[in-house]
Structures are given as structure tokens and as C-alpha cells.
């Protein structure tokens, strides 16, 4: 990766928007971009996946980098794996400082976003990271680390994912310690990919809001990856997020989906949890297919036009497409 700073032009924090000409704050909850770019060896300036230092440089004022805990890595080298993309984050800031910027806290997010710059923010997903200590997991807060999702798909130390369905059990003793400490340090648990009996396992024990951050609505698509109902109303009423994902097989059964699907997905997620439960978690880089007209990371902007073309108001478009995932970071974050 360059360690030269790329000359391109700063992130706006409020995008004037081609559609509609709303002006918005764009965050998005989830993209695994440091994993793409670690396995393939490319810097961000490379434009082969779905996120690339230009979109990023002109569409958005935060957003969540995930360290993704490949199963491949799940035996012994989970930590390692870990720090190599927390080692590449930080690469990459150092590389792109004129544009992307470490977020720490909702004041960071806020004020790097006014500085026309990216608000960058670290996140791991899987506890496997962790090796069972939660000495771990004080050293990745220390690291920038401010979002961990418990589990991937399978059972680990913490709890047991979707596919593990309800005969996984819940929280173990050690995922209960580490919610306990993640809300005592400040950092967002995020219950996607959790099994239903984990999911309420947090849900009752976090002091603090819970984020599902890339995440849908499973009345619309009969997923396990997606939310019930009883979900989505319980981490809402709790002051909870979830993350609107683009990954077509959330979207819709055929596997088939459109930009049309995730405006769907959202005013549904509005209709059942209200308007300050929803916010966007592309999962971009780390789905194989996207939806038509959500190709990439530059065409996030676009829904802005389709929720006014519903008749979403500019306050509630707001909340969506940021103002609630800063809201939750700065209840969670400080």
C-alpha cells in the first residue's frame, strides 16, 4: 500500500445530493474493505471492489471499517488475522490522512465531518478475535476498536451464529462478560449474525443501546441472517440501530434484488420499529452481489432521491442515512 497521501478532494459532510438536492449525512454501519484489501494486496485507490478511496472521498462523513474473522482463521490465528487489518487501518489513515480520519467518539465523528473529512471507525466482526480474554479486548478499545459483532455464523467462545439456529444456546458466561465490558468501555455490541436466543441474551443484558448493523427485516425476506418482528420492535424500543443490508439473498428470496428492495426494507424497518431504528449497513466487499442501482459505494446519494420520491420528509431521510447511527454512537461512544 502507497504511504503517499492521495491528492483527492475531501469528504463532505453534508453531500449535496444529485437527486432531489437534499443535502445529507451519509454513515454507513458496515463495509469489509480491510479484508478485500488485505487478501487481494491492493491499496484503496484501486477500483476493483465496490468501495475505493474515490467514493469514499466524495459520498460520505462516517463509516464503520470491519475486520472480518474469516473461518479460516478461527483455529489459533483469529488475533492474529485481527491485527494484521487493525495494522491496515491504521496504514491506511496514515496513507490518506487528507481523507480519511480515526473516529474515536461521536464528538470525532462530528468533528472531522465538519473538517470536510472522513470519519473513520474500527470495527471487529467476530468474537473469535478475542481467544477467550477479555485482556483482548481492552488492548483492541486501546487499538481504536469501537464495535465488535459477537459472532459470524458459527458458535464461538461468546455465543452461537445463525447457523447454528436456536439449538445453539445463548450467551455463554464469557459473552456475558464481554457485553458487560464492552458497555463499561464504551463500545457498540453488535448483535448481526447472532442466533435468536444470543440476540435476546443481549438485548436484556446491555446497559447500553444495541446495534444490528447490517441487518434486515426477515417479513419481507424469510432469511436467518434477518430480524423477526419481536426483534426488531425489542432493540428499537431500547434505543436500538439496525443497519439496512444490501446483500440481495436479505433482500429478496429470488436472490434477485434491486435499489427498490432496500427502500423497502427501510420504510418497513420505519413501519415496524419507528423512525429512529434504521440506518444503512451496505456490507459492501463483503457480499458477492449488489443490488441494481446499489452497484457500488458511490451510489448510496441515490437514496435520498428514492425515499423523497415515497414522500419521506427530509428529517426522517436524515435520520436514515445517518442521523441515527450518530445518535447511538453518541450514546454508546461518548
Known sequence: MSQKACPLGRALVRVEQTLGGLAVFIFDAHIDTLSRLLDTGESLEQTSGHVNLSHLSRGSGAQFFAAFIDPAYYHGLAMHRAMDMID???????????????????????????????????????GEALE???????????????????????????AAGQFEGTDGGGLSRFGREVVAE??????????????????????????????????NAR??????????????????????????????????KSGQASIDHVVEQITYLIKVGGADCVALGSDFDGIYQTPEGLEDYSRIPELVGMLQEIGCSEALIEKVMGGNLLRICTEVLG
Open 219 to 252: 417479513t419481507l425476506c424469510d432469511h436467518p441472517r434477518n430480524l423477526t418482528d419481536e426483534q426488531i420492535r425489542a432493540l428499537a424500543e431500547r434505543g436500538g440501530v439496525i443497519g439496512v443490508n444490501f446483500c440481495p439473498a436479505f433482500l429478496a
Open 88 to 126: 491496515l487501518f491504521w496504514q491506511m489513515l496514515d496513507a490518506y490522512s487528507d481523507n480519511l480520519v480515526f473516529a474515536g467518539s461521536a464528538e470525532d465523528i462530528t468533528r472531522i465531518s465538519n473538517q470536510g473529512r472522513l470519519a473513520s471507525l474500527l470495527a471487529i466482526e467476530g
Open 182 to 215: 464492552m458497555n463499561r468501555l464504551g463500545m457498540l455490541v453488535d448483535v448481526s449474525h447472532l442466533n435468536e436466543p444470543g440476540f435476546w441474551d443481549v438485548v436484556q443484558l446491555s446497559k447500553d443501546p444495541v446495534l444490528a448493523s447490517h441487518s
Open 132 to 158: 477467550g480474554k477479555l485482556s483482548s479486548l481492552r488492548v483492541f478499545y486501546r487499538l481504536g476498536v469501537r464495535l465488535i459483532t459477537l459472532t459470524w455464523n458459527y458458535r464461538n467462545d461468546l
